[in-house]
C-alpha cells in the first residue's frame, strides 16, 4: 500500500481524455488499493485514476466516509463508468483535490443512470440521484480531462487563475 502523490491544476495529465481499462490485472488491483489508500489519506470523497497520473477510466467514491465520525467506509469502484440517462438539475458547491484551494458552484444533473464494471469484472447499471449523483458526475468528469472549475463562469475561471498563480508564487518563493 502506498500514498501516491495526487496531480494538481495546471498538470497536463487531468486534460487527456482516459482510455478503458481492458482487463482486472494484478496492477489494476494494486492501483486501487493505492488510490483508496490516497483518497482516505487526502481526505475525498472520490478520487479518479489521472489524478495520480495514471490516464485509465477508473473511479473510486466512498460519500459515506467523510460524512460519519466513526470512520466507517463504503467504497465504490467504478471501472469504465458511462452516464447512460440524465435528468433534472441541482446547484451545489464542489472542490477538488486536484484543483487547490477553491471550491464553487456547480450544475449538475439531478439523477443519472450509470453503466459501469465492478472489481469483479461485471457491468451493471444503476440509478444516483442528489449528493452521490454530483460525485459521480465529477469524478466521471476527470475521466474526459474536465474540472469541476471548466463548469464555473469565465469570469470566475479567470479569478481562480489569478489566485492559483499567487499561492504557485508564494510556494516558490517560501
Ligand atoms: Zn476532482
Known amino acids: 500500500m502506498a500514498i501516491l502523490p ?4 495546471p498538470d497536463k495529465i487531468l486534460r487527456q481524455v482516459c482510455k478503458p481499462v481492458t482487463e482486472i490485472t494484478a496492477e489494476i488491483r ?12 487526502a481526505p475525498g470523497v ?4 489521472p489524478q495520480v497520473g495514471v490516464s485509465l477510466r477508473l473511479v473510486l467514491i466512498d460519500i459515506f466516509f467523510s460524512h460519519n465520525e466513526e470512520g466507517e467506509r ?7 463508468p458511462e452516464i447512460i440517462a440524465a435528468e433534472g438539475k441541482q446547484d ?7 484543483v487547490r484551494e477553491y471550491a464553487a458552484q456547480v450544475t449538475r444533473a439531478m ?10 469484472g461485471d457491468t451493471f447499471e444503476f440509478e444516483a440521484d442528489d449528493f452521490f449523483a454530483r460525485v459521480l458526475q465529477h469524478e466521471f468528469d476527470h475521466l474526459d480531462g474536465k474540472l469541476f472549475i471548466d463548469r464555473i463562469s469565465p469570469l470566475r475561471r479567470t479569478l481562480y487563475k489569478k489566485k492559483l498563480k499567487k499561492i504557485l508564487a508564494k510556494k516558490k518563493n517560501g
Open 92 to 98: 451545489g458547491e464542489e472542490g477538488c483535490l486536484s
Open 46 to 49: 472520490g478520487l479518479a485514476a
Open 74 to 80: 463504503d467504497l465504490q469502484v467504478f471501472i469504465n
Open 111 to 120: 439523477k443519472i443512470t450509470v453503466r459501469t464494471m465492478n472489481l469483479d
Open 30 to 41: 494494486k492501483l486501487v488499493t493505492d488510490m483508496a489508500e490516497t483518497m482516505y489519506d
Open 6 to 9: 495526487i496531480r494538481t491544476y
